[in-house]
């Protein structure tokens, strides 16, 4: 089972450099999700898509894009990188916007923008 | 806006011992509330999760409690043991968003 998966599993950018995170489900779900995880900072919503062809900004989306490409797929992209963003990124998906049912995570994406 | 307090923010104990992790949040407008477990450089992998209509979840050893109406839950362990050794993370699937992570609980379990 694969569930959710993200690639890269590792990147190193220079700053200025733009690059776009993938993340695929097989589940059929509905809504994904874009988290980065900080040391001190937890876990912080990047963007969601809460059902395919839309999506919303979470609470730290200055500096992405995304895109809801199929139902399966959701990525996020880094136009201009800057060290700020460097972090471990994770994707996540859910059936039906977490109503009544869990989250699953991808593996992650460790990003160092130097 | 949804806030999530894990305490305490790190505990260690000798294997064996039974421990309770608290999680808090401010809005009890919730779906669901999750837990997880995140080994050092991992990602999450889900433990339990409690439904709002719903008191407790029991997996194994774990066993976590749900009151909406307080904006608490707790996640207790079972005769820890040192492979339970992670961090915890304790979320609120807010309702018309997304799940709203605390800061988590690191865990050390000595043998």
């Known amino acids: 089972n694969a569930g959710v998966t993200q690639t890269p599993k590792f990147q190193v950018l220079k700053t200025g450099q733009s690059m776009t995170l993938q993340c695929a489900q097989d589940?059929?779900?509905?809504?994904m999700y874009w988290y980065r995880q900080d040391p001190g900072m937890g876990l912080r919503l990047i963007y969601y898509s809460a059902s395919e062809g839309t999506t919303d900004k979470g609470e730290v989306p200055n500096g992405y894009n995304v895109s809801r490409l199929n139902k399966r797929e959701f990525s996020l992209r880094l136009e201009s990188a800057a060290p700020s963003q460097t972090s471990v990124y994770f994707c996540?998906?859910?059936?039906?916007?977490?109503?009544?049912?869990?989250?699953?995570f991808g593996s992650g994406t460790r990003l160092t923008v130097v | 806006k949804q806030e999530v307090t894990q305490i305490p923010a790190a505990l260690s104990v000798p294997e064996g011992e039974n421990l309770v992790l608290n999680c808090s949040f401010t809005?009890?407008?919730?779906?669901?509330l999750q837990w997880f477990r995140q080994d050092p450089g991992k990602g999450l992998t889900s433990l339990l999760l409690?439904?709002?209509?719903?008191r407790e979840q029991t997996s194994g050893r774990l066993n976590a409690s749900l009151d909406k109406s307080s904006g608490r839950s707790t996640l207790y362990i079972a005769a820890s043991q040192p492979g339970d050794s992670a961090t915890y993370l304790c979320a609120a699937d807010q309702a018309g968003t997304a799940l709203i992570f605390g800061k988590g609980t690191t865990l050390s379990v000595s043998s």
């Open positions: 996540a998906s859910s059936e039906a916007g977490g109503l009544g049912y869990g989250y699953t």
């Open positions: 409690i439904q709002s209509s719903q």
């Open positions: 809005d009890s407008a919730i779906y669901n």
């Open positions: 589940m059929n779900h509905n809504s």
